[in-house]
């Protein structure tokens, strides 16, 4: 089975500190994916990315940034966390174009206080 | 833009009782339809998947999703449900822009299964 994983379950940071959350994923996937989740709002696409080093904007990128050096890691980070990027960050990843099975991590709780 | 509602925030059934989500989509063309559900603590897994053909589709878990064009919806359904399930569903479509194809997900119905 594919295997997406997010490096921390839980995370705490302060407003204003740069965050960097990972995600690997094992199955040499194409595409791949940050969403955030907030109850009432579902997921929103943050960033995505089709391809090494390429990446595009999603619904929500303001305030966040990606890195994509390795086909199997995509990392976003938020540049100065404010407190309303307290939320659930899900990465997701899929083989290729037109696939759309995505495989999801387990997700990374981040608080900002 | 294609999208996705889904009118039930929550909903709470026995254990045994049948169960229908519900989902409707925005889009002129066929879209391409997804449910996912997220068990508690965990990333969302693909229940099924509707792209063309058939319009009833049958996934894991015993779940089945009917494709209707005349009332744009894509409702979820199980004949008994299983305290096992209770979870959130959440319901998706292809959306076309930029260089590649996403999804764009629902607000999610939250599952409440009673003994």
């Known amino acids: 089975d594919v295997k997406v994983t997010q490096s921390s379950r839980y995370l705490v940071k302060r407003t204003g500190e740069k965050v960097f959350l990972e995600c690997v994923q094992d199955m040499d996937h194409e595409n791949m994916f940050w969403y955030r989740q907030d109850p009432g709002l579902g997921l929103r696409l943050i960033y995505f990315?089709?391809?090494?080093?390429?990446?595009e904007k999603g619904d929500i990128p303001e305030g966040y940034s990606v890195s994509r050096e390795k086909k199997e890691r995509f990392s976003l980070i938020l540049e100065s966390a404010s407190t309303n990027q307290t939320s659930m960050y899900l990465c997701?990843?899929?083989?290729?174009?037109?696939?759309?099975?995505?495989?999801f991590g387990s997700g990374t709780r981040l608080t900002v206080v | 833009a294609q999208s996705v509602t889904q009118p039930d925030i929550h909903i709470t059934v026995s254990e045994g009782a049948s169960l229908e989500l519900r989902c409707n989509y925005s889009y002129g063309a066929t879209p391409y339809l997804f449910w996912y559900v997220q068990s508690p603590g965990q990333g969302l897994q693909l229940l099924l998947k509707y792209f063309s053909g058939d319009t009833l589709v049958q996934g894991i878990k015993g779940f089945e999703a009917e494709f209707k064009r005349s009332q744009s919806s894509f409702n979820l359904r199980k004949p008994s449900v299983h305290w096992s399930d209770a979870a959130e569903y959440f319901c998706a479509v292809v959306r076309n822009t930029g260089t590649a194809s996403k999804l764009t997900f629902g607000t999610g119905t939250r599952l409440q299964v009673t003994l």
């Open positions: 990315s089709y391809d090494v080093k390429m990446k």
């Open positions: 997701a990843s899929s083989f290729f174009p037109g696939n759309y099975g995505y495989t």
